[in-house]
């Protein structure tokens, strides 16, 4: 049996060379769309029960509170200044490549964004106080229920600190919650079995909807962003790498799997667990692995801010508008807080670019003209989130003193 990661690089081919025999067929659309569906639903299942429980068993583990505190206010910190230099480096490529330049409009098949308007109203209002109100859950069942991430991992390091202060009486709590733990890694290694098969479906979906074609207009715009994707990566990250003591390859060794499964469903999700699971496996401690990576699927977003910058580029320069300096600082501003804590809204990257374009009152239109090849950019930039989430756990632990050491 070929490797997982073998397998899922077929699938993946397969699911290419499918969707552009059968460009359009709504037959096709009637087979994939339910299988993508049923394991996209199977990962969001798994998803809660395993941050709860581990960070459950995480935090009553350690029992040190003040040094769990220190953590999540390094980790913060630590993610606010690498999601800023995203930005700035988006900046940075998107001003020399000039992405929008030269593009013909009329050659440009717009989109349908209408879903995302709605929501962008919500996250234009999105401040910093509000984001952190919303943290705190009214109801755990609902939090739960809507798989709103931040309110479930404050919700849990209260419920670990709780366990932790009870002493003996609180282990066999902590008991539990290491065997579902245990029991949830076990559903999400059999869940990947089927990985290759949802990716399959998943490709297959979007190419015989959107097509090659679509493609070919907004090709530059692609190759840039995937141009700074990859010059990030090994630019800023082999740094942050290097500072923290380790070979960033060793950690992308370790993540293979899991990157070209994040790339190929444009989805984080599908590999919270695994790379938890992963992180461990190299000397990152549980307690450390259950805090970082979770919270980094809502606030460590490297991907997606480099490419929004980039994208805002690329409308304003579509259109011809020069961006100043000023307007430009405005715009890291903007990206910098509205790209926070909103992991779980439906087209977060797109929601978050209408809110940034309505602020720099560029034509929010613009948006509809690369909706056709945003699937294909999303795929890049959840790659590179789930590799800075990954580098993230081993920064955290090197500064603890304890990468290696459990």
């Excluded at 490797?3 to 709504?26: C, D, E, K, R, T």
């Excluded at 460590?300 to 508008?321: E, H, K, P, R, W």
């Amino acid at each position: 049996m070929p490797h997982l990661a073998v397998q899922i690089l077929i699938g993946l081919v397969l699911g290419i060379l499918v969707g552009v025999v059968f460009y359009g067929n709504p037959a096709l659309t009637a087979v994939l769309k339910p299988i993508a569906d049923i394991f996209i639903r199977l990962i969001k299942m798994i998803v809660v029960p395993i941050v709860f429980s581990t960070l459950v068993v995480g935090i009553a583990g350690v029992g040190d509170m003040k040094r769990v505190g220190r953590l999540g206010l390094k980790t913060l910190i630590y993610f606010e200044i690498v999601t800023t230099i995203a930005i700035l480096f988006g900046l940075l490529v998107g001003n020399l490549a000039q992405p929008g330049s030269g593009v013909d409009l009329g050659a440009l098949a717009k989109g349908d964004i209408t879903k995302y308007v709605a929501t962008e109203h919500t996250v234009r209002g999105h401040s910093f106080t509000d984001l952190v109100v919303n943290v705190v859950p009214t109801n755990v069942v609902d939090a739960f229920a809507k798989g709103d991430m931040l309110a479930v991992i404050f919700f849990a390091v209260f419920f670990g600190i709780g366990v932790a202060a009870l002493g003996e009486r609180g282990a066999p709590v902590t008991r539990f919650f290491r065997v579902v733990a245990d029991t949830m890694f076990w559903v999400t290694n059999r869940i990947m079995q089927v990985a290759p098969v949802g990716v399959f479906a998943l490709i297959g979906l979007t190419v015989s909807k959107f097509g090659v074609a679509s493609l070919l207009p907004l090709g530059k715009l692609v190759i840039v962003v995937y141009i700074a994707m990859a010059l990030f990566v090994a630019i800023v990250f082999t740094g942050i790498a290097a500072l923290a003591k380790v070979n960033l390859l060793f950690i992308l060794r370790a993540v293979k799997e899991e990157l070209l499964l994040a790339y190929s469903t444009a989805s984080s999700e599908t590999v919270l667990a695994r790379i938890m699971e992963k992180m461990e496996a190299i000397g990152c401690p549980q307690w450390i692995t259950s805090i970082v990576i979770p919270t980094g699927y809502s606030f460590n977003l490297d991907g997606s801010t480099l490419y929004q910058s980039i994208a805002v580029l690329f409308i304003a320069q579509l259109y011809g508008v020069h961006l100043g300096f000023a307007q430009q600082v405005a715009m890291v501003f903007t990206l910098a807080l509205t790209s926070k804590g909103i992991a779980g809204v439906p087209g977060a990257s797109f929601v978050v670019l209408l809110a940034t374009l309505g602020t720099l009152g560029l034509p929010i239109e613009g948006l509809a003209f690369i909706a056709g090849v945003d699937r294909i950019l999303d795929m890049a930039r959840t790659a590179v989130n789930v590799c800075g989430n990954s580098l993230a756990a081993v920064v955290m632990s090197r500064s603890e003193g304890v990468f290696g050491t459990e």
